[in-house]
């Protein structure tokens, strides 16, 4: 083993537009799909690439990994459940996100059940059962919009946020 000065895992090439997108920062969000019984029918994505559109009825809009198994899932089933995850689920986000290992998949690392939308992360406290209204291609992106069906709000004590690379964890007296 080798000890280095530098990252590992730098870009000896930087994207600017990753880097701004990195400093933006946001709430962490498993968006998952399909059927939790059908262990090649069900599919999760860990995105921080999401926003809310207020209105009649309301709408998510996410840009996910066009690659990724949760594309092809959604784009099967049309529906899909997100949750936005605490600081207790790092852990469960890296597997969705493919950054670590998860013996078995992603969805044997935590508890989670089915719903009209897709499984459910069973101790997420605010969540969203969405049908997806369109897709469309933006950059290097799927972007979905999605309908919000149901919404549940629960409490946020330690809301997972993303920045710059990093999990980052609110200070205690920041968690409302």
């Keep these: 083993m080798t000890i280095h000065s530098t990252h590992p895992f730098a870009d000896p090439e930087p994207d600017p537009v990753r880097r701004l997108r990195g400093r933006l920062g946001g709430a962490v969000s498993l968006w998952t ?5 059908d262990r090649h029918g069900r599919a999760g994505l860990t995105v921080s690439s999401l926003m809310v559109a207020a209105g009649e009825p309301a709408r998510l809009l996410a840009l996910i990994d066009p690659d990724s198994d949760l594309a092809d899932v959604v784009a099967d089933s049309g529906r899909c459940v997100v949750q936005l995850l605490s600081w207790e689920h790092r852990g469960l986000a890296e597997a969705f996100a493919g950054t670590a290992p998860a013996p078995g998949g992603p969805f044997l690392l935590a508890a ?14 605010t969540w969203a059962g969405v049908r997806v209204e369109t897709t469309g291609t933006v950059g290097w992106s799927t972007q979905l919009t999605c309908v919000v069906e149901e919404i549940v709000v629960g409490d946020d004590r330690d809301p997972l946020a993303h920045r710059r690379g990093r999990w980052l964890r609110p200070a205690p007296e920041d968690n409302h």
Excluded: C, H, V
């Excluded at 799909?33 to 019984?37: E, F, S």
């Excluded at 989670?112 to 069973?122: C, D, I, K, N």
């Design 112 to 125: 989670f059940e089915q719903t009209s939308w897709g499984p459910r992360l069973a101790g997420a406290t």
């Design 33 to 37: 799909a399909g059927d939790l019984d």
